[in-house]
């Protein structure tokens, strides 16, 4: 019995000490907050080169797998989607990227409704050059896949393209983006270029911190040009010695497309480019 006594008087201090004595789990581990910026788009724009650059900032926490809330998993919830995100401290923004929210309909506006003031990157590539990637992609998935021609036109000879075919939508920027613009301001809206992000990932990351808000602490030393993987690739810091470049989904060799189909594809997205350029105020040159 003095035993049982004991242990119980002992578990009871143990109890009352920790709760008296350790800090506010606040302080020791920050909040989970809903996100103050998400990359919305677009799929094989770049969206893993800039999360996974913009996180090494001190102030950005940010989710590492794609949470997919506001299109898939919109039912379960703020509080499931506030529980998927990383503790951040007073100053630190929390962020996510799913990039299949561009595209979807009902996205821009259930973002507006969690809160008008999300900030939002948008990263685009030459849409040609992104539905041949998005097709090397699902190419690896499921070999058995019709040629890429045969997706991407409902009949060729006459030039005629398949806007059904959701390699071809995707790159649509200015009709995704005109559903963007009746939620939120364009000044809310970032776009970063994907082909300078691996010309000169610095300036872009640049560019994207100062739309956060964020002090420049991401810059050019973080970078070196990896000629093995033949992209950029983040600096190792001292101590560590896991290299620190994309994944091999990322900077995949394309499939070949023949000439033809691909100047078609161009004359299809040129007059939707020229829309995106006045739309945004800015000329990406995917020419
Ligand atoms: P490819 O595999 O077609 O080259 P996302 O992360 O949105 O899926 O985009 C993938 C694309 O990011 C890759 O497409 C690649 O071109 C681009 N990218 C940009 N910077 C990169 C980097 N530093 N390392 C690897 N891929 C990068």
């Not at 002992?10 to 606040?26: A, D, E, G, H, M």
């Not at 499921?142 to 390699?167: H, I, K, M, R, Y």
């Not at 010695?241 to 995949?252: D, F, H």
Request: aromatic share 12%; glycine share 6%; hydrophobic share 40%.
């Amino acid at each position: 019995m003095p035993n049982v006594l004991h242990f119980i008087l002992r578990s009871l201090c143990s109890f009352f000490y920790r709760f008296i004595f350790s800090p506010p789990v606040t302080a020791k581990f920050g909040n989970k907050k809903l996100p103050n910026a998400i990359i919305v788009g677009v799929k094989k724009g770049g969206t893993r080169a800039v999360l996974e650059f913009i996180r090494i900032h001190p102030d950005v926490r940010a989710v590492g797998t794609e949470t997919h809330f506001f299109d898939r998993n919109h039912d379960r919830g703020l509080d499931w989607y506030r529980s998927l995100m990383p503790r951040t401290l007073e100053g630190q923004i929390s962020m996510e990227k799913t990039p299949s929210y561009f595209v979807t309909a009902d996205a821009p506006r259930r973002i507006a409704a969690m809160s008008r003031h999300t900030k939002l990157i948008v990263v685009v590539r030459d849409p040609v050059t992104r539905a041949i990637s998005d097709y090397t992609q699902t190419l690896t998935k499921t070999p058995d896949l019709p040629s890429f021609q045969e997706l991407a036109f409902l009949n060729q000879s006459q030039g005629l393209v398949d806007v059904s075919w959701n390699a071809i939508r995707i790159g649509l920027y200015a009709l995704h983006l005109e559903c963007w613009l009746r939620h939120f301001p364009l000044e809310q809206i970032h776009f970063v270029s994907g082909e300078r992000l691996i010309t000169d990932p610095a300036g872009e990351l640049g560019r994207v911190q100062d739309f956060l808000g964020l002090k420049r602490i991401v810059t050019d030393k973080h970078f070196y040009f990896n000629r093995t993987k033949g992209f950029p690739c983040l600096k190792k810091p001292e101590s560590s010695v896991s290299p620190r470049c994309l994944g091999k989904s990322k900077g995949r060799t394309h499939v070949q497309i023949d000439r033809e189909a691909v100047e078609q594809l161009r004359d299809f997205y040129r007059p939707h480019n020229v829309r995106f350029y006045e739309m945004v105020g800015f000329d990406f040159r995917w020419d």
